[in-house]
């Protein structure tokens, strides 16, 4: 299986946040963005992998800026890390000002997936090749952070998190 570069994966999407999709004081949802987010993601994961894939973990989503009514909402996807079936695939979501069309950062979210075959059983990806700075910062955080889901999701002992532990010593 060839490997990838991150950049082969990236996606995005651009869309406006409608009234329906907003709070009672006019701001975004955040279960609006989770769930576009996801579909960025998924699509990421997808691109890499070129399988059915499914979401493992929201391993982190930071709600920084309200997004108000009526905002052009752009989510950017791309597949960071791969592993033997999983994919980590970091977002970065901005608005844009309406009167300037500058763009300023809303938030940022980690998801994992795993690519599946039909009867649902993970199936390996090809490895990430990074190559800018931010990707290669991305790409080597990953594992920490596979292994903190891991083991807050009961799947790995605290013990075996040798990359996490190493944080703290
Ligand atoms: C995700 C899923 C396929 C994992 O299956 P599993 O039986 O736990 O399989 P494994 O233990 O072999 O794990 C498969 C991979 O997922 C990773 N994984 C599983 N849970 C994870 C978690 N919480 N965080 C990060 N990675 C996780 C494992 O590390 C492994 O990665 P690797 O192959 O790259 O080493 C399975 O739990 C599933 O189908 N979940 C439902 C997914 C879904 O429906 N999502 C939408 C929710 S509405």
Known sequence: MENKTAKESRTVITDLVLPSETNPIGNMFGGELLARMDRAASIAARRHSRRIVVTASVNHVAFNKMIPLGSVVTVEAQVSRAFKSSMEVYMDVWIEDRESGLRSKANEAIYTFVAVDEMGSPVPVPAVIAETDTEKERYDAALRRRQLSLVLAGKMKP???????????
């Open 159 to 169: 013990q075996e998190a040798s990359e996490l532990k190493a944080l703290f010593s």
